[in-house]
């Protein structure tokens, strides 16, 4: 089980591929489960931030970061 980036997919393809050559692709990809934690909260920062959820959430850590409270929350 892991979030979406690209590097685990290809991580898990090549962990099936050793393990099971003869797997198609196709199947390798369909053995590649999504964690659904992960998935719940990219809908959930999009349902509350909209659009640019990734994009706020990337300036909002900077502001915490920078101990910029009111910036962080006019956010």
Known sequence: MADNAESNN???D???QALYP???AKQRKARH???FGHIINLYAQAFII???AKKVCRQLEIAVRKGNIEKASQL
Do not use: A, H, P, Q
């Open 33 to 35: 489960l999504r964690c």
């Open 10 to 12: 290809k991580c898990i």
């Open 14 to 16: 090549t962990v099936l």
């Open 50 to 52: 909209g659009k640019d």
């Open 22 to 24: 003869n797997m198609s």
